[in-house]
């Protein structure tokens, strides 16, 4: 699935555009199933992964910076701005390819 438009040409949108297109299904339930348990500070979670702490922001959220940083949409922008904004550009993405808004933590 390709999308092609978005609302108003703001940071968020323009990177949740990007991410829409850039990756596959796996990521976005994998973000989901973030929100799904841990609501709007998903991106900060860390996970049991067999007994190893498994960072998010550190394992996927990086992958998420860096596919940010090459795509150079954000010249002006250094390392904590793609550190603070990564998380909204995720749900941004997840918005867009599915037409709804993520899912908040129960």
Not at 74 to 81: A, E, G, I, R, V
Request: glycine share 10%.
């Amino acid at each position: 699935m390709t999308v092609t438009h978005i609302g108003p040409p703001d940071n968020i949108n323009r990177g949740g555009l990007y991410l829409c297109n850039k990756l596959g299904s796996k990521w976005f339930s994998f973000f989901q199933s973030l929100i799904d348990q841990f609501g709007d500070e998903f991106n900060t979670a860390c996970l049991d992964d067999g007994g190893i702490p498994h960072p998010v922001h550190f394992r996927e959220g990086m992958t998420i910076r860096n596919m940010l940083r090459e795509s150079n949409l954000f010249p002006h922008w250094n390392s904590h701005d793609y550190d603070d904004n990564w998380g909204a550009i995720v749900k941004a993405a997840i918005e867009l390819r599915c037409g709804v808004r993520p899912r908040p933590a129960a």
